[in-house]
């Protein structure tokens, strides 16, 4: 996962399933898994995971459940135990602890929640019905300015608000961080749910403007059935406005300087000056002046909703206000509300009949809300020093091979191998955890009022990034937790997080053979590498800018190769009709292929030789790819499946796994010929780094 678009995890709504997958009595790959059954050069996908598939059910509150699911299974049960052990501490007021109990009883509370949600939410909602003129709906908008997006970490950059913020190192000065803006708008997953015309999504459409109905009726206002027509017309209108994922994944096409001056001119129909006062950025870092520039990632989507500010009436933008502020916020309003979210977004958009227990819930609320309280305790308490040594040996066998592999190269011209190489030297990775906390004493939270303390999480995050703003980089952070699940490259820092949630079993096991090691947990590192190199990483140099480092040839070679590697993924089709999107998924696939290459050479390179030992009659490097392939089993309801089609830049895991026709060492591994079906020449596999 780049810090642009990846997620080594796709987490689909309520998807954080659980299942521990039957294990063999020793560690490393799950033969009770596999089935033998199915010839591998013909499925084997199905080879590695049959079994685990077959037995599979599906429970009610569960989209998906696959290994991953596994780790956040282990992951949420020690992040309870935090969770229990602030609950029972009776830690001073202020305190990370307190905080931690506090936020988790806030939510367990439903009387309270009953007691506070309503009431709470009609003065919000009064101020938004006191809207009259351009200018009040300008500083409404602006008011609804969220650093709710990680533009490299999530390019379908899905904000309910019209206009999202995300505050990083600049394209063109990664050494301070620079205010990003954000296509948004819509409650539903990305522009594909507006304007596909498909009876499958206009009847999805249907029932959201049903639901939207709902969900105003049970906040207490009038005309609801009027208003959820007037939001669904407009978010369609805006979502006409916006750009696909795959073109917001391009990275030349997403910097766009914009001084403070040119949105007037560039993308009339908003009240800029107002917009910018009410989301706190009419001052620089220094305080002097307007923010001085920014760099907005899609410009024809500013231009067009910023049109659509002045040509559609405020009544429905009031309407869309006032509804995206119900939806975000209903798990803290009430009962009833929530219960109309799940079945919506839950239900009718994944296909889960049931809620998770609100004690799961509670949990991970706390996990995301808290992230660097729960994960400081967390680091301490379940990533032991000898697990992070082990690890970062392997993380420097990954990168020594991945620096072989470079110097091999024969395609690229010396100067582009050696700004390459360069890159690779000067990768930051950084295994389990950071080296430095941030503080939470900003945020307030409330033992009894879930609503506030909401609120108060969403502005305690947005005023911690406006005052980034301007400042100095700091290249020791991180974007996500050691409780995550998942793995990220960031290449506006050039460096590489892996959270010490996913480095245990069965990705990382520090008694199995090494070939299941380097399959699992050494495939995803080689991946975040690859990273580095893919459509993406390669925009960036080693410093972080947007800068062409590449000569033509060089990149005429590389578009054509990964064209070869998108157009492999456009065969893939889940359902009928239905086909994966080469381009959207390209940079997942790249960081597949290269990762999966390097990954098998550190494994070779760490044998030092020496044979590999054998379990139940596998060889090394049949252990190797099979545990490769068991990192992505998965069970996934249809409309989840469907959804992440639709809008995640990362194939479906059924596809991932098949990765390996494009790995020489897997045909001489089971003995793969011309006529099984995953049969590549060798003319036609992808080799890229």
Not at 558 to 571: G, I, N, P, W
Not at 647 to 674: C, K, S
Request: aromatic share 10%; proline share 6%; with cysteine.
């Amino acid at each position: 996962m780049t810090s642009l678009t990846r997620r080594i995890l796709p987490l689909l709504f309520c998807a954080f399933a659980i299942l521990v997958p039957a294990q063999t009595q020793d560690p490393g790959i799950s033969i009770s898994n596999m089935d033998p059954a199915v010839h591998p050069g013909d499925n084997f996908y199905l080879y590695a995971n049959g079994a685990y598939i077959a037995r599979t059910k599906l429970p009610a509150d569960r989209a998906a459940m696959g290994v991953f699911n596994t780790l956040v299974d282990i992951s949420f049960k020690q992040v309870a135990s935090i969770i229990d052990d602030a609950t029972k501490a009776n830690a001073p007021a202020g305190s990370d602890e307190r905080k931690i109990a506090d936020l988790y009883h806030s939510y367990m509370d439903e009387a309270a929640i009953e007691s506070h949600g309503l009431a709470a939410l009609k003065p919000h909602l009064a101020e938004i019905a006191a809207i009259h003129t351009q200018r009040e709906l300008a500083h409404a908008l602006g008011l609804t300015l969220r650093a709710d997006v990680d533009a490299l970490n999530n390019t379908n950059f899905h904000t309910a608000n019209i206009f999202g913020l995300w505050v990083a190192p600049s394209f063109n000065d990664p050494d301070h961080y620079a205010p990003y803006l954000l296509q948004g708008g819509g409650e539903l997953p990305n522009r594909d749910y507006y304007l596909d015309d498909s009876d499958s999504m206009k009847g999805i459409r249907a029932k959201y403007q049903t639901h939207i109905a709902a969900m105003f009726r049970l906040a207490g206002l009038s005309d609801s059935d009027a208003r959820a027509t007037r939001v669904l017309v407009l978010e369609t209108a805006i979502a006409q406005k916006q750009i696909s994922l795959a073109d917001s994944e391009d990275i030349h096409k997403a910097n766009n300087p914009w001084h403070a001056s040119d949105f007037t001119t560039k993308a009339p129909g908003l009240d800029w000056p107002e917009f910018f006062r009410a989301a706190g950025l009419e001052k620089s870092a220094g305080g002097s002046d307007q923010q001085a520039t920014f760099i907005v990632w899609q410009p024809s989507a500013f231009t067009g909703e910023a049109a659509l500010v002045a040509s559609e009436p405020i009544e429905a933008w009031k309407d869309l206000i006032a509804y995206h502020l119900i939806e975000d916020n209903a798990t803290a309003i009430s009962k009833a509300l929530a219960d109309e979210r799940f079945a919506f977004f839950g239900t009718t958009l994944n296909g889960t009949p049931q809620q998770r227990p609100r004690d799961f819930r509670g949990q991970a609320l706390v996990s995301n809300t808290l992230g660097d309280p729960v994960g400081k305790i967390y680091a301490k308490r379940f990533f032991p020093p000898e697990a992070k040594a082990q690890v970062e040996a392997m993380v420097a066998n990954l990168l020594a091979a991945f620096h072989t592999r470079l110097e091999n190269i024969t395609w690229m011209a010396p100067a582009t191998k050696k700004e390459a190489i360069t890159k690779l030297g000067t990768l930051k990775v950084s295994v389990g955890y950071p080296d430095h906390w941030r503080s939470y004493a900003g945020y307030q939270v409330s033992p009894d009022n879930l609503f506030a303390n909401f609120r108060n999480a969403t502005l305690f995050e947005y005023h911690y990034s406006l005052t980034r703003i301007g400042q100095p980089t700091d290249r020791n952070e991180w974007c996500m937790e050691p409780q995550t699940v998942n793995a990220v490259n960031l290449p506006l820092d050039n460096g590489l997080n892996f959270p010490a949630a996913i480095l245990q079993p069965p990705f990382f096991d520090p008694k199995a053979p090494a070939a299941h090691n380097y399959g699992a947990i050494g495939t995803i590192i080689g991946h975040e590498i690859s990273h580095t190199f893919d459509s993406e990483g390669a925009a960036f140099d080693s410093m972080g800018r947007v800068r062409n480092w590449w000569t033509p040839e060089d990149l005429a070679h590389f578009d054509a190769v990964t064209s070869a590697l998108a157009a492999q993924y456009d065969t893939y089709e889940p359902f009928p009709g239905v086909h994966v999107k080469g381009k959207q998924v390209l940079g997942e696939s790249i960081a597949d292929v290269a990762g999966l290459a390097a990954a098998f050479d550190a494994f070779h390179a760490s044998l030092k030789g020496a044979p590999a030992p054998k379990v139940a009659d596998f060889t090394g490097d049949q252990q190797f790819f099979i545990a490769f392939a068991q990192n992505w089993a998965s069970v996934t309801r249809d409309a989840a499946l469907r959804q992440q089609v639709l809008t995640d830049p990362h194939p479906p895991g059924q596809y991932r796994a098949l990765t390996v026709r494009n790995e020489d060492g897997w045909y001489t591994a089971f003995d793969i010929q011309p006529n099984d079906k995953l049969y590549l020449a060798p003319k036609d596999r992808v080799r890229i780094w």
